[in-house]
């Protein structure tokens, strides 16, 4: 007999049957799939069993309520901040120095969350081909790591952890709520299911072939699941169990009227916080040469997708070069949105009255329109219908909307000048400008521009700079970025919830003193 764990009155169950185990727990939204994760992780952590805890939505924190739990990533809420030059260093000290850590990844933009993920968990499992200790990775949303039909690097690090990290003592707990979406060989490789209600066909297909029942049995029997409710499949043993709520404070709880007290949280002792700052700082046994050469080849990479992706986007840009009229109610001047113009005609530029966007109700104003901008551009004018009308937020899903409340809060942490030319930009997109063009329009010194290089903004990529032959000039890439950070979300909100979002942002960001 082994050291028992206790995760439900229905079971029982030992901490040495999880070692090197892979766990998959699935369920549709709020049917206990992170209160079922949870007691794992409590119990584990009774049996100072190491961990890291992969939280994309900040759900985990609640574990400090009684365990030296160390909460990393950034943003607000976080005990350190860490970013994928330091990634690999902290997972080691989790590791080696037995830390359990909660690697909260909701402050960070996809592309960092992704790079931040691969060191540590590439750390981890290196790692562990040395140690050979148990150490278990849980991995919330699965799907969005581990997509099934879709190959990345990351993916086969995770998948690989899953499927072949028993050798090494690793472990891995994959949380889903879109069962059909996960990569199959982890399911159906995975030694324990506790698997949750759902209801679609697709998830339920998914169930069939995880259960050694027939269809419509699993239908009956997983369809009237009630919440905290799962059936535990582990080896011979197949049954349904309840699983008891979690001891500490669920911060992803579904919210009713009652208050919630915030719980008072247990700080790590001091050595540990010292001991991770050590590895932070003395990166140690690179040099800084070999720290700046892995950074370079990271940029270097990122600048290949990027210049990849820019090629893309103008191919298709001069395939669908057009520009859209549309003529106010109101007094003239007339208004011309481009929204994809040949490479020639943006290096010609627009002149400033005729930028931006307004409405065009009857088509003789559309007509006058059509006349005046090809009279004053000299252009052919191809009018568009109109685009998707501005979705309001609600019509977005939560996880979506609190995406972008990030993303707003993050911009927001810039300086007014940063915020002003991204609003600019982005008021004026797609157009390209120069430092003194910028400055003019938002009534700053031209130097202070030029000075004040908007890096952060750069580096996600929500503008993008290039040189032309009258200098440097600067343009949004609201569109683009949206198209990639959003991009996970897109089989749930469509390419119309893509418009909705850039709108959003576009209108959000715009708002500046
Ligand atoms: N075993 C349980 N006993 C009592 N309440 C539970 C139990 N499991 C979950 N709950 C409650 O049900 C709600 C949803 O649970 P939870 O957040 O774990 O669901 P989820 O499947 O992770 O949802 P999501 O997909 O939205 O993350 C929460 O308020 C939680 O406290
Ligand atoms: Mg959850």
Redesign the pocket.
Known sequence: MGTPLYISRDLELDLESLIGQCVAIL?????????????IFEELLNNNYPMSIVDI?G?YFGLKEKYEVLVVGTGDGVEIEIDAGCAAEIAEVSMEKNVPVVLDLSGFLSEERTEVLMEYLSSLWNLAGTLRRPYIIGI??AHEFIPQGVKTELKEMISRIALRGRKRGLGAIV?S?RSAKVEKDVLSQAGMLLL?RVVHEVDMRVYSELLPWRKSEVKEIIGSLE???CIFVNGETVRPI?????ATF?A?????LEAVATPELKQVSASIIEAIERAREGRGRRTRTQELEEQLARLQEKLTQKEEKIDELEETARTLGYIKVEVPQGPPPAVVQRDCVPQEAVSVGFAPHLMGTTRCDSAEERSTARERVASETGWGVIEVAPTVPASSSSALPPAVRRHIDRLVARVERRSLLERRVLSFLFEHAPGSYTASQIAAWTHCAREMVEDELPRELLEVGLIARERRTDGLRFQSRLKTFVSDEFAVYLPDIGESGLHAVTRQLSDRLIDVP
Request: hydrophobic share 20%.
């Open positions: 369920g549709i939204r709020g049917s206990g799939k992170s209160n079922t994760a949870g007691v939505e759900e919330e949303e949380v709520q949750h919440t905290g409710n309840y699983v008891r709520e979690r669920h992803g709880f579904t919210p009713s």
